[in-house]
């Protein structure tokens, strides 16, 4: 079993994606690293820390990304653990807060408030009459900042390094 487990939720695969360039990146620090889809985790158990993103819409993270937080809470609270959401679109993204629940759990478990990364919207992928309209109207397009991606996953790495 991996010592890290980088779990998401994702609805059009964008933040997979994410979740795989975060595990690469702590790879390079000589962890090993588990990815899997949120809603195929049952136990935090087995890791030694958490990493767990949702895709972030109408500013409502996915729902197995939530029941994996509240199903796992008291094993989170003793693990290093850190969230992120992704999901503004368009060329004027704003950080965006995590729900007020996933926010009162991050703050039970000791996480900080998850990080925000920029999404992506194409017409192919838009579903929903709100992304479709999006996505006609000039938000599409990926979104996601590849290097801080990677340098949020670098300071994870490196504070797991630290606490060996």
Do not use: C
């Not at 479709?132 to 900042?145: E, I, P, Q, S």
């Amino acid at each position: 079993m991996a010592e890290i487990l980088v779990a998401y939720a994702t609805k059009s695969g964008s933040t997979r994606e994410i979740a795989e360039v975060v595990a690469e990146q702590i790879r390079h620090s000589a962890h090993e690293v588990t990815v899997l889809d949120a809603a195929e985790v049952r136990s935090v158990e087995p890791y030694k820390a958490v990493v767990l993103g949702s895709a972030l819409y109408l500013g409502r993270w996915r729902r197995e990304a939530v029941k994996l937080l509240r199903r796992n809470e008291k094993l989170l609270a003793r693990k290093p653990v850190w969230l992120f959401h992704s999901g503004p679109v368009g060329p004027q993204q704003v950080p965006q807060r995590a729900p007020r629940q996933v926010r009162e759990i991050a703050a039970r478990i000791g996480a900080e408030e998850p990080v925000t990364f920029g999404g992506r919207l194409t017409r192919e992928t838009a579903a929903g009459f709100l992304a479709k309209r999006m996505a006609r109207t000039g938000a599409a397009g990926d979104f996601r900042d590849w290097d801080e991606i990677r340098l949020w996953a670098y300071v994870i790495s490196e504070r797991l390094v630290a606490a060996r």
